[in-house]
């Protein structure tokens, strides 16, 4: 089975999307375990709101989106 391969370009415009708010959710894909855990048990701290990480450039190595959105 032949596998397609899509840019985030393609997709965005496919769906009638922005392009910019595509990698923002699709980096939001890569949180951290626990940070997911943390939001999930409302835990996180209270400026980390939806727009807050959708604002936010997310590194994608755990320590550093510990460290970017407040979660020790």
Same mark, same amino acid.
Not at 1 to 20: D, V
Not at 25 to 40: H, R
């Given at each position: ?24 959710? %699709?980096?939001?894909?890569? %949180? ?20 807050? %990480? ?19």
């Amino acid at each position: 089975m032949k596998r397609s391969r899509f840019s985030e370009q393609q997709i965005a415009s496919e769906n009638g999307r922005c392009r910019k708010r595509l990698a923002k959710l %699709l980096a939001v894909s890569f %949180l951290a375990p626990d940070i997911v855990t943390a939001i999930v048990e409302g835990r996180q701290p209270s400026t980390l709101t939806p727009n807050a %990480l959708l604002a936010v450039d997310l590194p994608m190595a755990w320590p550093e989106q510990r460290s970017l959105l407040g979660i020790a």
